[in-house]
């Protein structure tokens, strides 16, 4: 089937204004994982859903950062009064409940100018 | 705090060679440890996991040792080719319940022919 999709693939915002990223999971995954990535450097665990409940959101950064994910599968991403400090590629993954594989997402290339 | 590092942070070989991707971690209490492939622009693939309990897993030209008392994973590439080139990632979940993954920096990996 189809895997982890994510959009749009590529939005540029100026400062201070509101983003939204979205998260299509593989039908079927319970949990949903949200990381930033900067350039040269790993993904950094932001949020993790399972089912429609944040179940760990210890890697938001500050609270101009929230995620949704009200029926259990397409997840959003929101940003408030974005910085350039934002500026990443955010990632979102998924994972059934019997593996401990998790699938990731092309991505979302976020520049804030 | 778990902290995971790569070395080398960049390789370039030649085809053909065998190669050496080193990961250290330090906080030994850990789930699994996943090898991750990722492509300029893509998301991440995951190549091999390894559960704790574990010492080693294989695919194909690939294999992935788990050394946990010491911190240490090793991901052997064996008779690379122009299409290994990308970036290398491992990555760390801790136990006791935590579902997120710690990743390291990675290490970006051309060969060329």
């Known amino acids: 089937g189809a895997g982890v999709s994510q959009t749009p693939s590529n939005k540029v915002t100026e400062k201070g204004k509101y983003v939204e990223l979205r998260c299509d999971p593989i039908s079927g995954h319970t949990a949903l994982y949200w990381y930033r990535q900067s350039l040269g450097q790993g993904p950094e665990f932001l949020i993790y859903f399972q089912g429609t409940g944040a179940a760990d959101d210890s890697g938001l950064p500050n609270d101009r950062f929230f995620a949704v994910r009200p029926e259990g599968s397409v997840s959003t991403l929101k940003i408030q009064r974005t910085e350039r400090g934002d500026s990443a590629v955010y990632l979102c993954?998924?994972?059934?409940?019997?593996?401990?594989?998790?699938?990731f997402g092309p991505g979302t290339r976020l520049t804030v100018l | 705090k778990q902290e995971v590092t790569q070395i080398p942070a960049a390789l370039s070989v030649p085809e053909g060679e065998n190669l050496v991707l080193n990961c250290s971690f330090t906080?030994?209490?850990?789930?699994?440890l996943q090898w991750f492939r990722q492509d300029p622009g893509k998301g991440l693939t995951s190549l091999l996991l390894?559960?704790?309990?574990?010492r080693e897993q294989t695919s194909g030209r690939l294999n992935a040792s788990l050394d946990k008392s010491s911190g240490r994973s090793t991901l052997y590439i064996a008779a690379s080719q122009p299409g290994d080139s990308a970036t290398y990632l491992c990555a760390v979940k801790a136990s006791g319940g935590y579902n997120k993954l710690i990743f390291g920096a990675g290490t970006r990996l051309a060969v060329h022919p």
């Open positions: 390894i559960q704790s309990s574990q």
């Open positions: 906080d030994s209490a850990i789930y699994n």
């Open positions: 993954a998924s994972r059934s409940g019997s593996t401990d594989t998790q699938y």
